[in-house]
């Protein structure tokens, strides 16, 4: 028979029971303070948040999700005389691409390289960035975005900016200058005057979507209200074009370094021309180097050479240390200094203040020269601007370099009366040269003529502004009378003669200093030329410069030719009819010429003049024929040069005192003298007509 089983377990104790509630509850307890310190730290996180770090956190939310879209208004214009426009703004189209809605990256370089400029590798490597935005291509062409426009390529994208454009391409590239691609100006007048032409940016507030998306949240502005202003300029593109055309050919017959020209009004000193060769295209600005981008007739600096002289004799001139008819002994071409010989290129003996011009006496002028001194031909240099800026609205002019008088040596007084010593640009030898052609006015040079606003209202108009008076009218009529004998028969400059005008200029032929060796270089000239016509009336003034011709240097052979056609344009462009003969300068008759006058001879050594009086030798010289043999002969009115080459016949030995002609000698004609005996010789500038016979003054140096 089987036993029943039964369950021996014990039933549950109270303390069994006990003990569990308690546990339930200590868990209870403990789940409970952890909710409550974590609730805790939440509300003691966020009232930090919301307190301490409130604002900053506003902020950087407002970053996250505002977003400012910043433009520049539309540039103005730059227009020429005539309003033909120079520089103008243009809407084109730029690729862009956001990188991260690119699938296939290869893929997508492959579609778009036929379209761009740009290479494979440099595609995809934009395509597969990291960005978020980027430019393929700013500013490209309408067909390459149109043809872009139709692979319709998610993720590639076609927006509208605002390019520069210069319809005229090369013409007057320098002056103009040009903007980056982001549309502020970088040389030129874009630069100079960018303020004025990008006119204000304006600002468009929004806010990112979740997508990324801009959402504007405001109307947009009136775009027009912030349009630069446009600027008229004083040039006139016509006149610029055969500037520009004459110095390329010029450039290009004689193979120089470069060439440059300035045409100014004479009135109102407005340049007229600014031409640079080589020029280059601001279109294409990144295809030249930034030497082709300088306007290197306001930036650099040369040594003007003999075109300097007419500013010597009008200093003189107006000194009343001498007259045209002035005569100086050029001393046959050559003259020493101490251990330095100035040369001329023709030879010469007695010539007048107008004959030195003509024929560029460096000589001469320098006898010109001392009847002032040193200090007076500073300040006449400095009066007619040499040495600073002219102010003219173009950045990057140079003011030249002229030493002050203490420091001149002899032989530098002489070296910058013929125009080396001291250096200009040639927009300043323009507008000096114009003073001289408006009865000794100095005109401010200027190249803007007025700013309009956007709709053509004139904010600003510049006015011919007088610098200073620098020499009186009739001193300005006789320096141009003198000028015009260069472009006559027998001057230096007569291919710049126009028929039917009278032409006022002067010719140059400066040697260049080599920057390497950092003297004169016997193959680096500047060959320049420089006058104003009608000479009597005189309308224009032009300056003519080519840098290193081959072949041949002179100013009168490779500048002159260019002279002749720019202001040829230039007279019938304004309409200038020749004079009536009446009112033209008369060169047959003496009488005629501007302060005709008795004639004076005039001796100076360094800065102190003397005026000889006019002591005439016997009427008939001694004729070495009637002197005994073994005798001194007759050295009175014989050049130095003729005296030296007499004397040594004789065997005798010469002591020189001045320079000029022989004026005394001791011992007298006919004294016994014996082969090796010293015989003193005094000379003088003077003529053959007219000999000065005194014996100098103790401490006097003739």
Known sequence: ??????????????????????????????????????????????????????????????????????????????????????????????????????ENPRQVARQLLPHMSRDFEWLLKKLDSKSAFVWLERQTTPASAEAIRALDIKGVGITTESKRYYPLQERAGQVLGFVNVDGKGLEGLESS?????????????????????TLLMSDLPEFSKFEGNSITLTLDTRIQRVAEQSLKNAVEKFEAKGGYAVVMDVQTGEVLALANTPSFDPNHFGEYTSGDWRLRSVTDTFEPGSTFKPFVLAA??????????????????????????????????????????????????????????????????????????????????????????????????????????????????????????????????????????????????????????????????????????????????????????????????????????????????????????????????????????????????????????IMRTALSLRGVMPLADEDRFQFNDESDEPGAEEVVLLGSVADDVLVLPTVRLPDELIDDEDLAEGSAPDFRGLTLRAALQRANERELLPSVDGWGRVISQSPAPGTPMEPGEVIALVLSPATRDALFSVEPSPGSAL
């Not at 952890?34 to 770090?53: D, E």
């Not at 303020?195 to 204000?200: F, Q």
Request: aromatic share 6%; charged share 25%.
């Open 1 to 102: 028979m089987r036993k029943k089983l039964k369950y021996s377990g014990s039933p549950t104790s109270p303390a069994n029971d006990k003990n569990r509630e308690k546990w339930v509850r200590a868990r209870m307890t403990i789940v409970l303070g952890v909710m409550v310190c974590a609730l805790s730290v939440v509300l003691g996180r966020v009232y930090y948040l919301q307190t301490a770090r409130g604002e900053n956190l506003t902020e950087m939310a407002s970053k996250q999700t505002a977003r400012s879209i910043k433009l520049q208004a539309k540039r103005g214009s730059i227009l020429d005389r005539r309003g033909v426009e120079m520089a103008v703004t243009v809407e084109v189209p730029s690729i862009f691409v956001r990188p991260r809605e690119i």
């Open 193 to 213: 005057m960018n303020s004025t032409l990008a006119g204000g940016s304006f600002q468009i507030d929004g806010m990112r979507d979740s997508r990324g998306r």
């Open 316 to 565: 003189a001139l107006e000194a009343k240390k001498v007259s045209l008819h002035s005569q100086f002994d050029t001393e046959n071409g050559r003259l020493r200094i101490g251990r330095h010989t100035i040369r001329d290129s023709s030879r010469h003996e007695i010539l007048n203040s107008a004959e030195i011009m003509q024929v560029s006496s460096n000589i001469g002028i320098y006898k010109i020269a001392q009847t002032i001194g040193k200090k007076a031909l500073y300040d006449a240099i400095r009066a007619f601007g040499f040495g600073g800026r002219s102010g003219i609205e173009v950045r990057g002019e140079q003011p030249g370099l002229v030493w002050p008088p203490d420091r001149w040596a002899e032989v530098s007084f002489a070296n910058i009366s013929f125009g080396q010593g001291l250096t200009t640009t040639p927009l300043q030898m323009t507008a000096g040269m114009a003073a001289i052609a408006n009865r000794g006015m100095l005109m401010k040079p200027r190249i803007i003529k007025e700013i309009r606003d956007k709709n053509g209202d004139i904010v600003e108009k510049s006015q011919p502004t007088l610098v200073r008076r620098v020499v009186s009218p009739e001193t300005a009529r006789e320096t141009s009378w003198a000028m015009s004998m260069v472009t006559r028969e027998g001057g230096t400059g007569t291919n710049a003669a126009i028929e039917g005008y009278t032409v006022a200029g002067k010719t140059g032929t400066a040697q260049k200093v080599n920057p390497e060796t950092r003297r004169y270089d016997p193959h680096m000239w500047v060959g320049s030329f420089i006058g104003f016509a009608p000479a009597e009336a005189p309308e224009f003034v032009i300056n003519v410069m080519i840098d290193e011709p081959k072949g041949t240097h002179y100013g009168g052979v490779v500048a002159a030719p260019v002279f002749k056609d």
